[in-house]
């Protein structure tokens, strides 16, 4: 079965992504896709962005993520 795998992709690139994995044979791949550009931006931002994206990335890896409280 492999290991899980998750392409991250700028909004940007989104439909790359999607595309380059259908013609790879793969219409199922996992694409988790976060704010563009990830390039020159301030460390702080991309950390926010980072911790903002965990959740999803955990979902697409067949991970249980716990329901936060009131959600």
């Known amino acids: 079965m492999g290991l899980p795998t998750v392409v991250i992709a700028s909004e940007d690139f989104e439909e790359l992504a ?23 931006v ?14 999803q990335l955990m979902s697409l890896l067949g991970a249980n993520v716990p329901v936060k409280d009131g959600e």
């Open 42 to 55: 301030p460390d702080e931002v991309l950390r926010q962005r980072a911790e903002s994206s965990v959740e």
């Open 18 to 40: 999607r595309s380059s994995a259908q013609a790879l044979g793969l219409p199922e791949a996992r694409i988790l896709t976060v704010a563009h550009p990830i390039g020159g």
